[in-house]
Nanobody
Framework: QVRLVESGGGLVQAGGSLRLSCAAS????????TAWYRQAPGKQREMVAT???????TYADSVKGRFTISRDNAKNTVYLQMNSLKSEDTAVYYC?????????WGQGTQVTVSS
């Protein structure tokens, strides 16, 4: 069955970098839109970045200029490169893959930024 496996989370100091990966077992990965969301304690889930099947990318204002979403369709993987990390980036990060009919979520990976 469909699986989304996330990796790359961890503990870093402010100003550091992390790269999250999400590998999907879906057939024809290129036909899906991809995104990263995050949820901090006591806060609503928010969209961080999207990479649509068309190639268009979007970012939340809070991460624009620091985070980069990319995807490798040959490897069925979407990435989130996070640079210049701040304490307010601390959250559980979830990857999402959907095509309008199907909607899949990763298990979540913890990112903790110490100041």
């Amino acid at each position: 069955q469909v699986r989304l496996v996330e990796s790359g989370g961890g503990l870093v100091q402010a100003g550091g970098s992390l790269r999250l990966s999400c590998a999907a077992s879906v057939i024809v990965f290129s036909a899906y839109d991809t995104a990263w969301y995050r949820q901090a304690p006591g806060k609503q889930r928010e969209m961080v970045a999207t990479a649509f099947r068309s190639g268009t990318t979007t970012y939340a204002d809070s991460v624009k200029g620091r985070f980069t979403i990319s995807r490798d369709n040959a490897k069925n993987t979407v990435y989130l490169q996070m640079n210049s990390l701040k304490s307010e980036d601390t959250a559980v990060y979830y990857c999402n893959v959907q095509n309008g009919w199907l909607n899949y979520w990763g298990q979540g990976t913890q990112v903790t930024v110490s100041s």
